[in-house]
């Protein structure tokens, strides 16, 4: 049910079979903003729904492991809470094929909880057939059985984080290679190749900031076509970057001193970076450095 309040309380229930990833899909909303609680008893769930407090977002865990779990049970309190006008409830179940379960298992060599002794298979089966009416009232259900970790991570991301969470922070820096390689780059772009500002009377004191040192730039038949690759290859893979979760994504522009070359690359990337919808935040670590021959020689 969604709440027509604005201020209603947003829950989310999260169970599934064990080993399905309900504890990787809790991990997820914690990150997004969640406040998460995992194998919190049923007979207390009641007085923690709609009690009030800072928590805006809470996702529950429960599974067959969890004190007082009673799948029948569960469902009539929901149904509780999907009446109140102050409570936005959903139910995501973690589903698994199986023998991909079986699998898992076999792999960690961790016994299953519903086992009792016997062969995991045992264990999962009963587990299913007493998840199965959890499944069938579920607002979501997931299937693991062909995700990697990641695939999973990404798909509750998909489902339940805002759009301002998905936002990835991007950061273009320009800087000198002469004065030390930036340490947290994740793309690094070197314009070493371009013509030299530095040793051309007039310019050597601007920066890439200056439309002479721009224009300059610009004019360098090496510039449009490399530029462009680089644009391209921007658009292509940063959502990618931001698919897979990233909050953070560093761009950075290198050139001998960090004054010029890269200054002005920098600026132009991030002009049309947010032409085509992002928002990136630009720094130039080195465009207050004097200008140094010795520098610009290495």
Known sequence: MVSDSANSQRILLVTGLSGAGKSTALDVLEDLGWETIDNFPIRLLGGLV???????LIAIG???????????????????????????LTTLFIDCGSTELERRYNETRRPHPMARGRP????????????????RWADI???????ATNQLQQVVREHFADRTERDMTVTISSFGFARG?????????????LDNPHWIDGLRELTGLDAPVGDHIAADPAF?????RIIDLLREVMPHYAAQGRSYLNIAFG???????????????????????????????NLGSRPADPLERR
Do not use: W
Not at 224 to 228: E, G, L, Q, V
């Open 62 to 88: 429960f599974d067959s492991r969890t004190r007082g779990f009673v799948p029948a049970e569960i469902i009539e309190l929901c149904k509780q809470f999907e009446a109140r006008d102050d409570i936005e």
């Open 181 to 193: 390689m930036p340490p947290l780059a994740d793309l690094l772009f070197d314009m070493r190749f």
């Open 50 to 56: 709609g009690s009030g407090g800072d928590a805006a």
């Open 120 to 135: 995991a298979l045992d264990g999962i089966k009963a587990e299913r057939e007493l998840l199965e009416p959890l499944r």
């Open 224 to 228: 449009a076509p490399a530029f462009d």
């Open 141 to 147: 259900v997931i299937d693991t059985t062909n995700y």
């Open 255 to 285: 050139c001998t001193g960090g004054r010029h070359r890269s200054v002005y690359t920098a600026e132009r990337a991030a002009q049309v970076l947010r032409e085509a919808g992002f928002s990136p935040t630009v720094l130039h670590r």
